[in-house]
């Protein structure tokens, strides 16, 4: 049984590792020359550059393999997860997850402070790759490029905290440390737990074992990530008594979240042409979110869109129950996500070309069972 309290306590904690290469970085003035050198470290089977300060090369490669209690069969019966329902949990992590995550007021302060405000494409954008990523068949093994994703994300988050306690706006003793490890567990249950939620919400049928399998994946990347194994939920049912007990009860309006949601629907909206089919954006969050976080984040009304999406939602459910038995049903289910996630794709970069990438073996799965988002065929791949 976890403690709330012990849990509260890690608002006050970093990641020792990657927070201990940033300050040799900027103590030594090489931060500019390791983002030239990482950017071109992208494959989990690619050396680590040897032109890297030691520090760094000694983070990468102690945070190159998942840990040794991760059961890679497990993984693998995730993919299969992954193929049949990829493109609804990236639907729903777009809709519902990112806003969940701006009604956290720590997190979208933190946002805020680094500029982030008005970068909903890049956030999106990132978010997104981060997933499609951990979807490979074997994302943290040969072939994948998940794990130089990880390890950057690591070092990231370390740079924004080391910024911004240097920037004064920032009180430590009274907000804990940016990007706590408090911040990285709540973003792991809402990036699991509650986009499971989310589907269902959505009409989307997941089974146990899939929700189980899904959290499970999403909690090795949390080890790889920083977060102490010991404090991460084993089960799925105690991940949602957490995700109920310490991550919604602290969900809030703040100013910096109404704005980052606003921002998200304008660039949700931009999806469809023309004016016909303003609203649905929002009543598609409101679908997949719990009420009270769409009206503190002041989520738009739509009473004709909302019955749209709840008869949708009633459609949905009746489709998936027929699923095994009609191919038709399954046809129409899955080409709704692609068309969700497609223009999401979309729209990362005003409809212009994106570095979004797809696994190659996930991509040829969706392309064999024609759910591939529309315009992937422009799309880099990454090796399967």
Known sequence: MYDIHALEALKFVGDP???????????????????????HFRDNDQPIPENLPESVRSYLVATDAPPAWADLDRIAEAYEFFVDDGVHVASVLSYGAMVNCYAQPRSSRVLALTHGLHQPHRRLSETSQFVLNMMGRDPFGSGGAFVPTIQKTRLIHAAVRYFIDESAQWDDEADGVPICQLDMLAALLIFSVQVIEGMRRMGISVTDREAEN???????????????????????????????????????????????????????????PGKAFDGVAAAMVRQVVNPEVADSLGVPHSLAWGRAVRAGTRIVRFLERSEDNNRVARVILDKA???????????????????????????????????????ADDLTQTPG
């Not at 900027?26 to 950017?39: F, K, P, Q, W, Y």
């Open 214 to 272: 899904y959290y499970y994946v999403w909690r090795v990347t949390g080890a790889m990530l920083g977060i102490p194994a010991e404090i991460m939920p084993e089960t799925l049912a105690e991940a949602q008594r957490i995700s109920t007990d310490l991550v919604e009860t602290t969900y809030a309006g703040s100013s910096e979240g109404i704005e980052l949601t606003r921002e998200l629907l304008d660039l949700y909206e931009k999806m469809i």
């Open 17 to 39: 590792l990657a927070d201990a290469v940033i300050s040799d970085l900027v103590a030594s003035g090489r931060i500019g020359a390791v983002n030239d050198v990482l950017a």
């Open 337 to 375: 996500g692609s068309i969700l996630l497609g223009g999401s794709v979309r729209t990362l970069t005003n409809g212009q070309s994106t570095a979004l990438t797809i696994p190659a073996d996930l991509r040829e799965r969706w392309l064999a069972a024609g759910v591939c988002p529309a315009g």
